[in-house]
């Protein structure tokens, strides 16, 4: 067979068997099966078992024993590539069953951070068989997928059939395949019909670059290969010993449609591979090294495909005029760290930014600034609402002073200002939100409590709305998190007192397992805060989501990949699982972190290395002592204020 199977030629099977007797159906299902022991024997000399000795477990404790994951020879002096997956744990010692049965020592060479691969190297006398790669241009849809895997049996590799159901997901990184994935066959190879090498299986997902992002689909009929023909044009620098990483560019972009919105720059990153070579606010990407770029999307592609060193040529529009640049990608980019003034603004107007609250010892205290001013200009940014200020102090070069433009009664005044570093501490407590005299309450919208449980999801989940509702132009929002060891109900009446007097709704949600939360079920947290927004009008700079134990770690999670609809997350004991990608910190995208720790907790001493982690990065990062594992009614009251002044400025 000279070429891999076409949708057409399995139509044209399928019809044959229809329409074929028994007897003849029966030998094209044998024929079909010999064809499937064929290409796996071809290719299953390069498929080896691994095991993983040592490491760290969540929370950074050690691990006792092994554990096994699967590799697949490219080289036959000894490298073999293998999924980022099965070394989340960091292990110590790592041995490798080659294809004769011998058992060798293997070291890590490289990581691959992009596509979620990591390159091995073991010592061997011996030739190792090195399998066909087949060109991700011959793929079709339909055509057959065959994912290996050694991670259960050293001898014959586990054999999954599927087809190949797409030949560029996950931003251009990946096939996919509807045979079933899992950590059985991750480093594995997914072969065609002729036993070539499509790709390396490995978990991925477009919304999480991290080594675990999407597990969540293992054995659901989602399931990705990288490329090797990709990954053999990068072997030689893995071999060197040099982690390839994502290439980073800097930008924000405008708006939040992907697939409709063009790729409009919102922000430049200070001293990014962006800036450096010129790209400014409000340019329009159009193209990147001869491929057109209509939507964000498309930039997205490029970009999934390219890694750190890599330069693109960027066609950008500005204006009228069409611009040239030359940009190399960075591998990291300067962290960035959020402004503060100091100040925040009156919740009930939304045409226009005046100051509600100044706070003490402050850049703004210290510049001048009074309740009551309205802000009109911030260096040469025409401000005409509380977010065009916000962005444009976010987005303003850091260190350095700005002038800002104020009407006081019927004077203007001009006053210069330079920024400090967010608090990384609960300030003091501010007047809770009121709504504007005179304003009758709206009909139709519901308070109080009610069942928020979704149709289509396993989760419990009930809703709190105030009565304020009825008057506030908007409402904060507080996701609670339990699980079996965080139980919500003992506090539930303390947050809904909280709830009333600072105004903001309670969305409490349970794991469907009713112990723990699994990562999966981010998309069940997403789903439900979309439910609550679709139908109040939620302030996003006063959203949060707040768990204990597994619930903690969830707020974490969900506040990491969904910073577009929350602004802070609160996780007591408890912390960041590990393999979790933490996102950069950035101008457009706000996220403020609350650790609650009791008092002689556990979870102090394996909190520390990550809490620094989030500091270096930036990331304005709050440490609190809690009362307890369960939060009392004082817990609850700090949290509230907290959140009443999240949207400072």
Request: charge should be negative.
């Amino acid at each position: 067979m000279s070429k891999p199977f076409s949708i057409l030629s399995c139509l044209l099977v399928l019809g044959i068997l229809l329409t074929a007797s028994p007897g003849q159906a029966q030998q094209l299902n044998i024929a079909e099966q010999e064809a499937i022991q064929a290409a796996v024997d071809r290719v299953a000399a390069s498929v080896v078992q691994i095991e993983t000795v040592g490491g760290l477990i969540e929370g950074g404790g050690p691990i006792e024993g092994a554990s096994r994951t699967t590799g697949t020879i490219v080289s036959p002096d000894g490298f073999i590539l293998s999924s980022l997956y099965g070394f989340i744990q960091e292990p110590s010692g790592i041995l490798v069953t080659m294809p004769g049965g011998k058992r060798v020592a293997g070291k890590i060479i490289a990581k691959d951070t992009q596509r979620n691969l990591i390159l091995l190297k073991v010592e061997t006398d011996a030739e190792l068989a090195v399998p066909e790669a087949v060109a991700r241009a011959e793929l079709q849809p339909g055509q057959w997928a065959i994912a290996l895997g050694k991670t259960f049996a050293k001898d014959l590799p586990s054999v999954s059939v599927g087809i190949v159901s797409a030949t560029h997901r996950v931003w251009g990184k990946a096939v996919q395949t509807d045979a079933k994935i899992s950590p059985n066959n991750y480093g594995g190879p997914l072969i065609d019909i002729q036993g070539r090498v499509i790709g390396i299986l490995t978990p991925l997902s477009p919304q999480d670059p991290g080594a675990t992002g999407g597990f969540e689909w293992y054995d659901s009929g989602i399931g990705f290969a990288v490329p090797l023909t990709d990954i053999q044009q990068r072997l030689d620098t893995l071999k060197e010993g040099e982690d390839l990483k994502p290439g980073l560019l800097g930008i924000n972009l405008k708006g939040n449609d992907i697939v409709a919105d063009p790729a409009e720059i919102a922000a430049v990153r200070y001293n990014s591979p962006a800036q450096v070579a010129g790209i400014q606010e409000k340019d329009v990407l159009i193209g990147a090294n001869g491929r057109p770029i209509v939507r964000q999307a498309q930039l997205k592609h490029i970009l999934g495909e390219a890694y750190a060193g890599d330069t693109l040529e960027f066609k950008v529009k500005r204006g009228e005029e069409e611009l040239t640049f030359s940009i190399t990608l960075a591998d990291e980019l300067i962290p960035y760290e959020r402004p503060f003034l100091g100040i925040l603004l009156d919740r009930n107007i939304l045409d226009a930014a005046v100051v509600n609250h100044v706070f003490d010892d402050t850049a703004a205290k210290t510049s001048g600034v009074q309740a009551g001013d309205k802000i009109v200009k911030y260096d040469d940014t025409e401000v005409d609402s509380p977010q065009t200020l916000r962005e444009a102090v976010a987005t303003a070069e850091p260190d350095v002073p700005h002038k800002l433009v104020v009407l006081r009664g019927e004077d203007k005044t001009t006053l210069e200002v330079t920024p400090t570093s967010m608090p990384n501490e609960f300030l003091a407590a501010v007047a809770a939100p009121t709504a504007p005299e005179g304003v009758e309450a709206r009909e139709g919208v519901v308070t109080g409590e009610s069942d928020f449980q979704l149709a289509e999801e396993k989760n419990s989940a009930k809703l709190f709305v105030p009565e304020a509702a009825k008057k506030l132009p908007s409402l904060g929002l507080v996701v609670l998190l339990g699980d079996a060891e965080f139980k919500i109900e003992p506090q539930w009446d303390a947050w809904k007192k909280q709830a009333e007097t600072f105004g903001y709704a309670l969305l409490e949600i349970q794991p469907a397992s009713e112990s723990r939360w699994t990562r999966p079920e981010i998309s069940v947290v997403r789903k439900m805060i979309d439910r609550v927004r679709d139908n109040y009008n939620i302030d996003v700079t006063r959203t949060v989501t707040v768990g204990g134990k597994s619930g903690g770690a969830m707020a974490l999670l969900h506040g990491f990949e969904n910073r577009d609809v929350q602004t802070g997350a609160v996780a007591i004991e408890a912390g960041i699982p590990r393999g979790t990608n933490i996102p950069d910190n950035e101008p457009l995208e706000r996220l403020e972190i609350v650790f609650l720790i009791p008092k002689d907790s556990e979870t102090t001493v394996t909190l520390k290395p990550q809490i620094e982690t989030l500091e270096k990065m930036k990331f304005t990062v709050i440490r609190s002592e809690a009362t307890g594992s369960k939060l009392s009614e004082t817990d609850i009251e700090a949290v509230s204020n907290w959140l009443n002044t999240l949207d400072r400025i």
